[in-house]
């Protein structure tokens, strides 16, 4: 048995499962996304380079990504610290945090954003999507990737002795390439040998999700310590949704808070309103799901915090909450989706 055994790794050490309170299992709290940069649509070029003012918020909620600055989300420290505070003060207790290498994860500032805020952050071992990987890593044997994915957990990250909780959000893209592929075989190895959490991020196809439980049972991977990320932008037939619930993952949905018309990464997506992620929450609850569903914000952009008129890291707590209770959905499944499903995944084996 490993010292993490029974307990879930904070960025602060060990604690108890039963300390983690209400957990939103997939955030950014600093991190860049400038490789996602997408131009401006034509005679809106000028924005790309504009600094997020008032007058461009509604712009900006449409096209969060045509938006340099916009993108720089380590740039709000101060501002994610109070947003923290706010977040505790609505009842919350950990936040995952899914910045892995490639985006830039930062231990110290996950660190000192905890210390200062008293909310337990889970931070993020191993790597991000193939356009992310530097030269090495694409070149880099499963076992060299997996001893990296162990050594952020046992020993620090980041040339910090500051340890990762979770493996992930290990990105894939569509269609998954090698590199990518083995990173997932080494997440899995690491998983095997340390008895740990993962979260994926899957490709933006309905495929996609299947086929990266795939390549993680062949590889050894625990399917039952495994959170599938962004369910609410890959699947969307509810035959298709409850197939893979079947699997036996955790099904997450966590884009909570996010409305738009235009989803750049895949135009052939309508992105979801909240109630009807509500609706999907409620098939799965119905069909028995209900000890396997997680949700959170996935916030990742400036305009997603309130200080640029977002919903912020307390949305789901103080808004989505009570939608989920006027829509039949019992306070016992709210538990289970926001304290026991999480601690159960969280929690070393």
């Keep these: 048995m490993s010292a993490q055994s029974g307990k879930v790794q904070t960025v602060l050490g060990l604690v108890d499962p039963n300390q983690l309170g209400r957990t939103l299992t997939h955030e950014h709290l600093t991190m860049t996304f400038e490789f ?3 131009p401006p649509p034509p005679g809106q070029e000028s924005l790309a380079d504009a600094q997020i003012e008032m007058q461009n918020m509604f712009w900006l909620q449409q096209n969060p990504y045509s938006s340099k600055e916009n993108l720089l989300l380590n740039q709000e420290t101060v501002a994610v610290k109070e947003e923290l505070l706010q977040f505790k003060r609505a009842g919350g207790g950990t936040i995952v945090e899914n910045t892995t290498t490639g985006i830039n994860r930062d231990m110290k500032t996950l660190k ?20 992310t990987h530097s030269s090495e890593t694409r070149s880099m044997p499963v076992e060299k990737l997996t001893d990296i994915i162990v050594s952020e957990i046992e020993h620090g990250a980041d040339g910090t002795d500051i340890k990762c909780g979770v493996i992930g959000e290990i990105g894939t893209s569509w269609p998954i390439t090698e590199s990518e592929k083995r990173v997932l075989q080494a997440t899995a190895h690491a998983q095997a040998q340390l008895g740990c959490p993962v979260i994926i991020h899957p490709g933006r196809n309905t495929e996609a999700p299947f086929q990266v439980i795939r390549i993680l049972q062949e590889a050894g991977g625990d399917i039952s310590k495994t959170v599938m990320s962004h369910l609410d932008r890959t699947i969307f037939e509810s035959e298709k949704l409850l197939e893979f619930a079947k699997l036996g993952s955790y099904l997450e949905y966590d884009l909570f808070g996010t409305e738009m018309l235009n989803y750049p990464f895949n135009p052939d997506v309508d992105m979801p309103s909240d109630n009807e992620r509500i609706k999907r929450l409620r098939l799965l609850i119905g069909e028995g799901f209900e000890d396997r569903i997680v949700i959170a914000h ?8 309130t200080k640029f008129g977002g919903h912020g890291y307390s949305h789901i707590l103080t808004n989505i909450v009570p939608r989920m209770l006027q829509r039949g959905i019992t306070q016992h499944a709210v538990d289970n989706i926001l304290v026991e499903n999480p601690k159960r995944w969280l929690t070393f084996k």
Excluded at 112 to 131: I, K, M, N, P, R
Excluded at 298 to 305: A, G
């Design 112 to 131: 000192w954003l905890s210390q200062e805020t008293g909310v337990h952050v889970v931070a993020g071992a191993g790597y991000y999507v193939f356009d």
């Design 36 to 38: 996602c940069f997408c």
């Design 298 to 305: 996935d916030i990742h952009t400036k305009n997603r915090l």
